[in-house]
């Protein structure tokens, strides 16, 4: 898989850069700032972009709007964002784009997720921490369709926005792919969604289905 990295710590850049190497993977640029990263996929056109959110010049949000930048120039582009923080006003609009992540680096305890994550957006998946989920759709109001679930769904929901299967949600919650199923059915029920079989594609319709709402 060919990739470009776009992060200012130089320690860290120099530590995705072995990790992904490492792995067999070609890391075909590294860029320091926002700019220089938008530049960089634009010129090589990778699988896969990783980018800090934090980035120079104005060390706030800039690489959460050069992933925007890079999708309003080259739809599709399968984008991986890292950050401490929870960046919600750009990247909301690319959760529901597909071939889209959001990671938070204090978060990434295990290398092998880690990477597994990445193969799973350049693929056209979803890799979302669930604190990112939660931000995004957990501050809605007590009315809100969300406040329907039950904890066992958000549970579900949470797993199905990280990219998981129903397999994968089976395995990790203990349960059947059967009783996942059921769950994944009363959820999109519950949010007045039609089912896919798709579980990537569904989620993100359900995030950017919440989003909309006023």
Known sequence: MRIVIGEDSALFRE??????????HDVVAAAGDAPATVE?????????????VRMPPGHTDDGARAARAIREADPGRPVVLLSQHVESRHSVEL??????????????????????ALTRVAAGGSALDPEVVARLIGHRRETDRLARLTPREREVLALMAEGRTNR???????????????????????????????????????????????
């Open 40 to 52: 960089a996929v634009l010129a090589h056109r990778p699988d896969l972009a990783v980018i800090d």
């Open 168 to 214: 994968g949600i089976a395995r990790r919650l203990h349960l059947t792919e059967r009783t996942v199923e059921t769950h994944t059915g009363s959820i999109m029920g519950k949010l007045g969604l039609a089912a896919s079989d798709d579980d990537h594609i569904r989620v993100l319709a359900v995030l950017a289905h919440l989003d909309a709402r006023p």
């Open 15 to 24: 530590g995705l850069v072995r990790i992904l190497t490492a792995d067999g």
């Open 95 to 116: 959760v529901g784009t597909g071939a889209f992540g959001y990671l938070l680096k204090d978060r990434v305890l295990d290398v092998a997720e880690f990477l597994d």
